[in-house]
């Protein structure tokens, strides 16, 4: 039988995917019978020299050395039953797992890469000092579209983080995920150590993504126009919203729950929470959690054009991500026009009569990773973890209504809020922060508003701002990244101003949302929202941890 050499390739991939390192050593898979004994020593002896797919000289998506296995995971992995598994309950002996109770959340890592910023305090320090991540765009060609800004990370290494080989062939959707919870991880004080000592069984990662490796799917039909022979083999698991979340336990060694949600632009909370109730319920210990997006690539700008959704604020970009302000301030004749930065062309009735000019005028795609390391609260005092803030719980809701627009009403809205607040027992008197969804689009950040209002017009501590104003919107991640944003306000006890909010929109208190400067604030409960296509409301519940 004559092999293909694309299913010697991946016979060679599938066995270099079983190598650890030498004081670990694995059984290797059986190879198919078509296979010499030749060829698989020499696969073998390849693999050994360091020559693996994703590793320099073990198979790890974080670097050089593999975290060991422990006895239930080579056992798992060699196929040998286990006798703890695999042997029958004895009859009267089985008992009724008792329901959980009071088992309490809190945050105790951080990990971020954005726009501004890949470290938690430098990221919130930027945020601050209202600064902005929006520039114009320099990945790719992007002169004939009419929006050419985005919050584009454009300082990003994986140095330490990832293994080269995989640093350089993976869609960068898939590197943030793996860098930034890495990052958490060390930001919580899971040592290399510390990880063996954990109860594999009892971790698990739950990390999602909106678009997926959109640049892997490009990347693959591009190919494809050549020759099927040229598709990387790798552009199906790269382009799958999961692979993240897969890869992070794969190396970690964690078989807890291990899998992606995708919501669109609320995808991150949807993990957060769906996350922190497999501590509640019992099932796990530690969670990795979060989201991640890079859809800044010509078919992600072209989606989000045709969709009308972008700001085109070209020539000033850092003031294009306008959260709250105003949308049409006029038409003027076009001789009267001083400062073009001040204006965006959405209509003309004749090219040399009249303009439009707008502020509020769409959103500013960006891209990036959110991950945060949950853990329930004894474990994390056993270990003696530091501890950000304690997640009290969230809600999810439908619109119900349309695929892209929000209900009008903000129904949907008002309802996710008031079952995060009746389901974690948050009195509405006690929420003094939110850390809104508002993107800068034209219905969103109004509905949002009211939504708001409605559910917390009696509280005259209330304030509001929203993390877009100087990330853009982050997509998968935004719900992350502002998650960790909202921790951290909780923890320094300072809170970020809305940079771009120069003229309220009609009915807007400015008592109510942040300045052009950051406050002071005594956080009681924290509340973060992320809103995506499709109608899907997320909210969740923060609070200063209290040894209660």
């Known amino acids: ?224 126009q050549v020759s099927y022979k040229k598709v990387n083999p790798f552009v199906v698991p790269f382009a799958t919203t999961n692979v993240g979340a897969a890869m992070l336990a794969i190396d970690l060694g964690w078989v807890g729950p291990s899998y992606s949600i995708s919501t669109a632009c609320a995808t991150s909370n949807f993990c957060i929470l769906s996350a922190a109730n497999h501590i509640i319920r019992g099932e796990v210990d530690v969670m990795l959690c979060g989201g991640s997006d890079s859809a800044i690539i010509p078919i992600g700008l072209g989606g989000f054009t045709a969709c009308r959704a972008l700001s085109q604020r070209n020539s000033d970009p850092t003031r294009a991500s306008r959260p709250w302000d105003v949308v049409l301030l006029g038409i003027i004749p076009r001789f009267a026009l001083k400062d073009p930065s001040d204006i965006v062309l959405l209509y003309t009735e004749d090219a040399f009569d009249f303009l439009m000019v707008q502020d509020r005028d769409g959103f500013v795609i960006g891209e990036g990773s959110g991950v945060l390391l949950l853990e329930e609260l004894e474990h994390a005092k056993k270990r003696k973890a530091k501890i950000y803030a304690e997640l009290l719980g969230g809600s999810f809701t439908s619109d119900a209504y349309h695929m892209i627009e929000p209900h009008p009403e903000g129904s949907g809205v008002v309802l996710c809020i008031e079952k995060a607040l009746a389901q974690s027992g948050v009195k509405r008197k006690d929420v003094n922060y939110i850390n809104a969804h508002a993107a800068s689009t034209p219905a969103g950040d109004l509905n949002e508003y009211q939504a708001i209002l409605h559910c917390f017009e009696e509280n005259p501590e209330l304030k509001i701002n929203s993390t877009k104003s100087m990330t853009g919107h982050l997509l998968g991640a935004a719900g992350a990244v502002e998650a960790i944003a909202t921790v951290k306000a909780i923890q320094t006890g300072w809170i970020h101003p809305n940079i771009n909010l120069e003229n309220p929109d009609k009915g807007l208190d400015m008592n109510v949302l942040v300045g052009s400067k950051k406050e002071r604030l005594d956080i009681k409960v924290a509340l973060s929202n992320s809103f995506g296509f499709g109608g899907h409301n997320s909210s969740i519940l923060f609070a200063p941890y209290k040894n209660v």
């Open 1 to 224: 039988m004559v092999v293909s050499p694309l299913c010697t390739w991946l016979a060679a991939a599938a066995a270099c995917m079983s190598v650890s390192s030498q004081n670990d050593q694995l059984t290797k898979p059986a190879f198919s019978k078509f296979q010499s004994a030749t060829r698989r020593k020499a696969i073998t002896n390849k693999c050994n020299r360091g020559n693996c797919f994703f590793a320099e000289n073990a198979f790890s998506c974080f670097g050089y050395k593999q975290v060991p296995l422990d006895q239930r995971q080579r056992a798992a992995h060699s196929g040998k039953p286990m006798a703890m598994e695999m042997e029958p309950a004895k009859e009267g002996t089985t008992k009724k797992k008792p329901l959980m109770k009071n088992r309490r959340v809190v945050v105790t890592g951080v990990g971020v890469v954005s726009p501004i910023g890949h470290d938690p305090d430098m990221f919130y320090s930027n945020l601050l000092e209202g600064i902005s991540g929006i520039s114009q765009i320099e990945a790719f060609d992007c002169s004939e579209f009419p929006s050419r800004i985005a919050g584009e990370i454009k300082d990003f290494s994986t140095d330490g983080w990832v293994a080269p080989k995989l640093s350089k062939r993976a869609d960068k959707f898939l590197l943030y995920m793996l860098t930034a919870g890495k990052k958490a991880l060390a930001d919580g004080g899971i040592t290399e150590d510390l990880l063996q000592d954990l109860d594999k069984a009892r971790c698990g990662v739950l990390i999602g993504s909106a678009l997926g490796g959109m640049k892997a799917i490009h990347d693959g039909f591009e190919a494809l």
